[in-house]
């Protein structure tokens, strides 16, 4: 097991309060790094907070925005952090929402952190789709160098499971996303703050680097 670590910009400049990521003793870190449990939310294995808890993990969803480079608008968003035992049965009734037909995009940051390896697949059938995220469920949730991207074929709705295993949904209209969501016990809470916004850990495994591979070898396979 190997670790990333991310300082966020929103913390206190580091010269003002020495290294934001300092280590404690090895047995405090250590316990630190074995915890994923925060009152009723669960993190999975691929990242953890930084150990001064800048940002406490919770279950919940907020809206946001997204700026996009090609038109120069603003597509709506949802940003959602859900509790590892719902995450992913969660991020696959999302993707049910896009479609018979998605297209797909996999990135891993094992050997690139700062143009992540990218694969793309047009036009694959969401029941096959939905197969392969079975086969590789594990990877997708507790590697912290892995995200996945689904698309709806024709209209401008995207589901996202990013690094930090956030769910982040696009488009034009939430309703359906939100509905999701709450049915899944995640609640809108309007000043959700997510682990990405502090300091914090990625983690992974070499298994996992060859676990990505064998995925974006089978999207493109079919």
Not at 77 to 102: H, N, W
């Amino acid at each position: 097991m190997h670790y990333e670590q991310y300082i966020s910009d929103e913390n206190t400049p580091a010269d003002e309060i020495g290294n934001p990521l300092a280590s404690p003793d090895k047995a405090t870190f250590e316990a630190h790094l074995a915890r994923r449990r925060y009152g009723h939310f669960t993190l999975t294995e691929a990242i953890r907070p930084a150990w001064q808890l800048g940002i406490v993990p919770e279950a919940g969803y907020r809206h946001d925005s997204y700026s996009d480079p090609v038109s120069g608008g603003n597509v709506p968003a949802i940003v959602a952090a859900v509790s590892s035992e719902r995450l992913f049965d969660t991020f696959l009734q999302l993707i049910e929402s896009l479609g018979d037909t998605c297209d797909v995009v996999l990135e891993s940051s094992h050997e690139r952190k700062t143009h992540p390896k990218e694969y793309r697949r047009e036009g694959i059938e969401r029941i096959l789709l939905e197969s392969q995220l079975w086969d590789f469920e594990d990877l997708l949730l507790n590697d912290g160098c892995t995200s996945i991207a689904v698309l709806h074929s024709e209209h401008p709705f995207e589901v996202q499971l990013d690094e930090h295993k956030l769910i982040i949904a696009y488009g034009p209209e939430m309703q359906t996303f939100e509905t999701i969501l709450s049915e899944h016990g995640v609640p809108q809470k309007k000043n959700l703050r997510v682990i990405s916004q502090g300091d914090h850990m990625h983690t992974s495994t070499n298994h996992f680097t060859s676990q990505f591979e064998d995925f974006a070898s089978q999207i493109h396979a079919e």
